[in-house]
């Protein structure tokens, strides 16, 4: 879990069945802040008419874990872009596709998960790449490193011929 004092998992949270884990709370913009669709912008009241649903419908979906806006210091939820798109999201497989919550919540973990496992296999495919630049870089340092005045060995071919040795007096 988290580090940073006065932020970290509750009783619970992160378990089956127990309360989703909090987001870091947000503080003030500092210099350099940028805007991002990560950046929490929205109070409820936004973000509910930005996604067409009324404030309840945010707080139960808080609740629920199936969308968690960072808190300010004092607790009041701030909702990013992605968290609206989230919203809409949730919105439409409820009411278009007719799936429930707990299904909801398992699509968005699933989701989660899927784009965890396919940032990992980029990690470890550029880490591969890496390898197999450094292996190749390594092989051509010992090429280079070998001596010229060396003659490949051939065989001697199968002959006829009679040598005599005569010892040396």
Known sequence: MN?????GAGLGEGLPGGPPPRRRRTGPPGPGYA???ETPVYVISVAAELSGLHPQTLRQYDRLGLVCPDRTGGGGRRY???DIQQLREVQR???DEGINLAGIK???ELENQVAALQ???AELSAAVEGAGAALQAREAA???SY???LVPYQPAQQSSALVVWRPRR
Request: charged residues 30%; aromatic residues 0%; glycine residues 4%.
């Open 3 to 7: 580090a940073e004092p006065g932020i």
């Open 35 to 37: 805007l991002t669709e």
């Open 80 to 82: 990013s872009a992605r």
């Open 93 to 95: 497989l409820s009411q």
């Open 106 to 108: 398992r699509i968005i």
């Open 119 to 121: 940032s990992r296999v």
């Open 142 to 144: 010992v090429h280079a």
């Open 147 to 149: 001596r010229r005045d």
